[in-house]
C-alpha cells in the first residue's frame, strides 16, 4: 500500500500493522465468534440467575463453569494475538 | 464533523504544510483516537466483558451454595379440619405479601407451594375439576402434588412450603425450592 503524499508517518505505521494480506477475514471471523460467545455467555448469565432463583444448586455451578471456559478461551486468544514487532523486509527477525 | 472550506482549490502546487492542515480539517481524529476502536482494542474489550459476565455468573454459583434460598418463619395456616379433602386454603406466606395455596390431597396429605407463578408472578389458583394448579395469565399448569410444570411457558416449578402438621393445626415452617 503506498502512502499518499503529505500524510503523517503514523499512517506508514499504521498501515504496517494491519494482518498478512488473506488475514484479515479470518481475524474478523475471530472477533465475530468471541462477540457470539459473548452472547452466549449473557444467556448463561440468565440461565444461572433462573436456577438459583429455583435453588438449583449443582447446574448454576456448571453453567459458572461454562462461562469460565468461554472467558479462559478469550483470554487466550487476546494473549496469542499479542502484538509482536513485525521484522520489516531486509532486517533479521528480533529474538 | 469539521466543514470543509472549498475556498481553496484542489492544487498539486500545495505544500506538505498546507496538505496536511486540511487533511486535519477534514479528519479530525488523530491516529492515536483512531486507534481505539481498533480489532484489537475491541477483542480486549470483549474479553473483560466477557470476565465481568463470567464473575456475575460465579457470583450467583456461589450464592446459591452460600445461602441457600428458604424463607419464611412458623406460622399457623389453616386447621385441618377446615379443609376438605381435595379442598383448598388460600394464604399468606412467608410474609404478607406473598399467595400461597395449602391443598388436601385426595391421598390425604397436606401440600403447600407459593401462590405466585414462576414465570410471570399472577396469582396460581387450584382447579378442583381437573385437580391442577393454574395461573390465569398464560395458561401456565402446575402439578398438585409436585408443583411441577404440566404445561404452559413457566420454566420452575412452584417453590414448596414445608409443613408440619399437629394434632388439627397445620403449620408452614418455610418456604424452600421445589
Not at chain 1, 40 to 48: D, M, N, P, R
Not at chain 2, 12 to 18: G, M, T
Not at chain 2, 124 to 150: I, K, M, S
Request: aromatic share 8%; proline share 8%.
Amino acid at each position: 500500500m503506498s502512502v499518499p503524499p503529505g500524510r503523517p508517518d503514523e499512517y506508514q505505521e499504521e498501515t504496517e500493522r494491519q494482518p498478512p494480506p488473506g488475514q484479515a477475514s479470518i481475524a474478523m471471523l475471530g472477533l465475530a465468534i468471541g462477540i457470539l460467545l459473548m452472547s452466549l455467555q449473557l444467556w448463561l448469565l440468565t440461565l444461572a440467575f433462573d436456577l438459583y432463583r429455583s435453588g438449583v444448586r449443582g447446574e448454576t455451578l456448571a453453567v459458572a463453569l461454562i462461562s469460565g471456559l468461554v472467558f479462559l478461551g478469550g483470554l487466550g486468544m487476546l494473549r496469542l494475538l499479542e502484538r509482536r514487532p513485525r521484522p520489516r523486509v531486509g532486517e533479521p527477525p528480533r529474538e | 464533523m469539521g466543514a470543509v472550506s472549498g475556498a481553496e482549490p484542489r492544487s498539486e502546487r500545495l505544500s506538505n504544510r498546507a496538505r496536511r492542515e486540511r487533511w486535519a480539517v477534514e479528519f479530525p481524529y488523530g491516529w492515536d483516537a483512531d486507534e481505539l476502536v481498533s480489532r484489537r482494542e475491541l477483542l480486549r474489550l470483549a474479553v473483560w466483558a466477557s470476565g465481568a459476565l463470567f464473575a456475575a455468573t460465579a457470583a450467583l454459583a456461589g450464592l446459591s451454595y452460600a445461602r441457600p434460598r428458604a424463607r419464611g418463619t412458623r406460622q399457623l395456616v389453616a386447621r385441618a379440619s377446615d379443609v376438605p379433602p381435595g379442598g383448598e386454603r388460600y394464604s399468606r406466606y412467608p410474609t404478607a405479601d406473598d399467595h400461597a395455596i395449602l391443598l388436601h390431597l385426595q391421598d390425604g396429605r397436606f401440600v403447600a407451594f407459593s401462590g405466585k407463578c414462576t414465570h410471570l408472578s399472577c396469582a396460581v389458583y387450584w382447579n378442583a375439576e381437573r385437580g391442577q394448579l393454574l395461573c390465569p395469565c398464560h395458561n401456565g399448569v402446575f402439578d398438585a402434588q409436585t408443583g411441577d410444570v404440566l404445561a404452559g411457558p413457566p420454566s420452575r416449578p412452584l417453590p414448596r412450603i414445608a409443613l408440619a402438621v399437629e394434632g388439627d393445626a397445620i403449620y408452614a415452617t418455610e418456604e424452600v425450592a421445589s
